[in-house]
């Protein structure tokens, strides 16, 4: 009977879409679970990525040479911090700073 075929074609289709889904699914759960991993380990201050970021072959960041003397007064314990001082002040504004009060 034509009405047979035309279900069973149906329910072929309805479970290929399913199992299609299925995949599409658990593609896009095993990939934010892998992306939430990754982004996990690299938090802002982690020094390991840092480090890791930075090429071996770099040259030294604070533009002294590695034999040369500490006579600038900065101390030689701890570790080197990540941030440097901007090269320039920020620029002194004029206006003084706009302040609203709350609304009626």
Known sequence: MPADQAARRRDQR?????RLTLCVAGG???ASLG??????????GHRAAAAAAQPASAP????R????????????SGPASPLQQPQQPPAATAAP????SGGS
Request: charged content about 5%.
């Open 14 to 18: 309805l479970a290929q879409a399913r």
């Open 28 to 30: 896009a759960a095993a």
């Open 35 to 44: 992306l939430g991993t990754a982004f996990s380990h690299a938090l802002p």
């Open 60 to 63: 030294p960041r604070h533009g």
């Open 65 to 76: 040479p590695a034999g040369a003397s500490q006579a600038s007064g900065q101390p030689t």
């Open 97 to 100: 700073p706009q302040t609203t």
